[in-house]
């Protein structure tokens, strides 16, 4: 995804306090992507800037469509971060500099690791299914991590940890001792977790870790809160497990991760930590060969929006 701000200052985001066993709700809010894909930008917020390395969390769909690309983004770059393509109907094509082609289904990921620097584009194939709804993440790399050669890896399958009849299928780090495949630089868990039936159940957690849930689908309640549709909740560190109270048909994300502990700056698809480096890194993709070219995507690239580096805390 792409399109991180409206607007042209960066976002600072400290690392949060990590408050024992709250329950924080933070309402997503609107936002067009590129191509004009509207989605519900649930991190990062005013009052949430990240859950662990997860600093990026947009929801869309489900959507229908007939003739046309609900997804339809052009080449664009990133730094210091991953992107994870999770989705739960329809299909998306990412192309890459790295020469990566690579069509996404649902229970599939898609993970690219952006390191020092990496374009790509993200559409809806012309042949699909005419569906589509999806969550869009991205994970900070740590300081020691971040400025590694970029890379790009496709997870065809991922475990699957019960909950009573609640299915989470892990797709980053580990959740109650199932771990997932995928590349990961931070103690980290991200999971999509759904219920087959009326239930309610309960998953150990690692309580140094702080979680978020966001519902995607259905009717979810966590002790005696009813989760609110296109709201992350934020859940604090220091809990043993989670009980969730769950209606047949029902979907949540679930998130978590050690607390990041590391100042980061965002604006647009970069994250880095000086103004400096994204200055450069706009420059970079503005007048330089950094990034590479996306040869396999047809379509003009994204032009950088115009940048003044004055860190906005309440733009989210
Ligand atoms: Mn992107």
């Known amino acids: 995804m792409s399109d991180l701000m409206p607007t042209a200052d960066a976002l600072e985001c400290p690392p949060g306090v990590a408050s024992a066993a709250v329950i924080e709700s933070h309402p997503a809010r609107e936002a067009d992507l590129p191509g004009g894909l509207t989605v519900r930008r649930a991190l990062p917020r005013a009052g949430r800037r990240m859950v662990g390395p997860w600093c990026f969390l947009d929801h869309y769909g489900p959507l229908a469509f007939g003739a046309g690309k609900p997804m339809d983004i052009g080449p664009h770059p990133h730094i210091g971060l991953q992107t994870v393509t999770w989705l739960i109907e329809g299909e998306a094509l990412h192309t890459d500099s790295l020469g990566s082609e690579r069509l996404i289904r649902p229970g599939q990921l898609n993970l690219m690791t952006a390191g020092l620097g990496i374009s790509h584009a993200e559409e809806t194939p012309s042949r699909n299914s005419g569906r589509l709804h999806g969550v ?175 860190a906005a805390r309440e733009q989210a």
Request: glycine share 8%; hydrophobic share 45%; with cysteine.
């Open 136 to 310: 869009q993440l991205w994970v900070a790399l740590p300081d020691a991590r971040r400025h590694e050669s970029p890379s790009f890896d496709h997870y065809p399958e991922l475990p699957v940890v019960m909950a009573g009849t609640c299915r989470a299928v892990v797709l980053m780090g580990e959740l109650n001792g199932v771990r997932s495949p995928a590349k990961v630089y931070s103690r980290i868990m991200g999971a999509d977790i759904s219920a087959p039936a009326d239930d309610v159940v309960e998953l150990p957690l690692d309580p140094s870790f702080e979680h978020a849930v966001m519902l995607i689908d259905g009717h979810v309640a966590l002790a005696d809160r009813v989760l609110a549709p296109a709201t992350l909740y934020y859940l604090g560190t220091g809990r043993e497990e989670l009980t969730l109270a769950v209606k047949k048909g029902s979907r949540i994300v679930f998130l978590g991760g050690e607390p990041f502990g590391e100042r980061i700056l965002m604006w647009w698809n970069f994250v880095a930590r000086t103004p400096e480096e994204i200055r450069k890194a706009r420059d970079d993709w503005e007048h330089g060969d950094r990034f590479g070219s996306v040869p396999a995507h047809i379509g003009d690239r994204i032009p950088a929006p115009p940048l003044t580096l004055r």
